[in-house]
């Protein structure tokens, strides 16, 4: 599987599962326009990214609570490429603490506004590069926490609210964005170990049925998904918490 012909960008990818994702599609040929929540961070796996052979890595500051940093990242990519063709929601702040009152408002204005805000703007602003590919893909991170009626996770609400704003907006946007050409794929994964892609870890986590999901099935995931052609449309994958 390569990824040669492909452009991706991926939020949030600084660090861990978006750092994985980034490492990943350029091991696999892909150009990456990658963000973090400071440029540093961005240009850290820029870094790590370019030591591995790979050239075609770019690294922009995106903040994704702040509307106009969203705007900069799409326009700072668009003096690179005319097209996009895969955007990887990663980012979405994560908090913990199963008690409403536990969170300061503004934690839990943060956490929507990452998670919920954030991913709509992103969408908005990257949708003129997406609608220039022949293949264009919509992968957004969101968690077993967007999925109704679900509870058995110790986070916030805040972030239940904010993953719902995720599904929300992907369950439409799929709908009015096929018939464009334009896929919108959903993960909704439970907790599940992040090891780092570049460590011994990365081969030797345990996969088993009784093992929790671990990040390498996540971007096999997602290496399937936006592999397939383009009549093979999937919309969302759900797991089974062990
Ligand atoms: N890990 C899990 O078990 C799990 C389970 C289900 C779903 N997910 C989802 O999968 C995605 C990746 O998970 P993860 O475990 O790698 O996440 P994580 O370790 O919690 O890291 C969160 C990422 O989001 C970034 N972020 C937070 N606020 C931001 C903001 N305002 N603007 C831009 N970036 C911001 C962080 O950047 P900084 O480095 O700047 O803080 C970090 O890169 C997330 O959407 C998460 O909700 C994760």
Not at 61 to 84: K, N
Not at 125 to 150: E, Q, R, W, Y
Request: glycine share 8%; hydrophobic share 40%.
């Amino acid at each position: 599987m390569r990824f040669d012909d492909h452009r991706v960008v991926i939020t949030a990818a600084g660090r861990d599962f978006g750092r994985t994702l980034a490492i990943h599609f350029a091991d696999l040929g892909a150009e990456v326009f990658l963000s973090a929540r400071t440029l540093a961070g961005a240009e850290r796996v820029r870094d790590e990214i370019r030591g591995r052979g790979h050239e075609r890595v770019h690294a922009f500051a995106c903040d994704l609570t702040d509307p106009s940093s969203i705007r900069e990242f799409a326009t700072g990519v668009a003096r690179h490429t005319d097209r996009v063709d895969v955007l990887i929601n990663n980012g979405s702040r994560y908090l913990s603490g199963p008690d409403l009152l536990s969170a300061s408002d503004a934690d839990v204005v943060d956490t929507l506004a990452s998670g919920g805000t954030g991913t709509v703007l992103t969408v908005k602003n990257f949708l003129p590069l997406l609608l220039n590919s022949p293949k264009p893909d919509i992968v957004t991170m969101i968690s077993a926490c967007g999925t109704p009626g679900h509870h058995r996770s110790d986070a916030h609400d805040a972030f239940y609210a904010a993953k719902t704003a995720q599904t929300g907006f992907t369950e439409i946007l799929s709908k009015r964005l096929r018939p464009r050409g334009v896929r919108v794929i959903s993960l909704y994964p439970p907790d599940f170990t992040n090891p780092d892609p570049l460590s011994e870890d990365w081969d030797k986590t345990p996969r088993g049925p009784k093992d929790p999901l671990t990040a390498q099935s996540l971007v096999d995931c997602i290496l399937f998904a936006v592999s397939q052609p383009r009549d093979c449309f999937i919309k969302s994958f759900h797991f089974e918490q062990v």
